[in-house]
Nanobody
Framework: EVQLVESGGGSVQPGGSLTLSCIASGTTSPESDMAWYRRVPGLECELVSSIRSDGRTYYTDDVQGRFTIAQDNAKKTVYLQMNSLKPKDATVYYC????????????????????????WGRGTQVTVSS
């Protein structure tokens, strides 16, 4: 079993920055991807960014150039640095990792939030408003 705990959410003005952190504990697989999802209308979650154990990353087009994902394997922590935040970025962000050792693919881009294919954190709220 894997436990994921997010932190770092909060309220910022448009153009501001936040850094989300996710600490993993339990029986984690060093080969599994780590990901950040965010809730979108329709009770779905959008894959915002993911990172492989070899460091390769994925970003959805909307955040490319503004968000940066990174991981510290020794600390079992994954980060999401979010710059130039926009009001449309405001939602709940979830940390996730697959329940089986695999890489995220296009079929993971939009999923039911907290589905059974992933371990999920409880989420952290990001608010962007002036």
């Amino acid at each position: 079993e894997v436990q994921l705990v997010e932190s770092g959410g909060g309220s910022v003005q448009p153009g501001g920055s936040l850094t989300l952190s996710c600490i993993a504990s339990g029986t984690t697989s060093p080969e599994s991807d780590m990901a950040w999802y965010r809730r979108v209308p329709g009770l779905e979650c959008e894959l915002v960014s993911s990172i492989r154990s070899d460091g390769r990353t994925y970003y959805t087009d909307d955040v490319q150039g503004r968000f940066t994902i990174a991981q510290d394997n020794a600390k079992k922590t994954v980060y999401l640095q979010m710059n130039s935040l926009k009001p449309k970025d405001a939602t709940v962000y979830y940390c996730a990792t697959p329940r089986t050792s695999r890489h995220y693919s296009f079929s993971d881009y939009y999923v039911n939030c907290r589905n059974d294919y992933n371990y999920w954190g409880r989420g952290t709220q990001v608010t962007v408003s002036s």
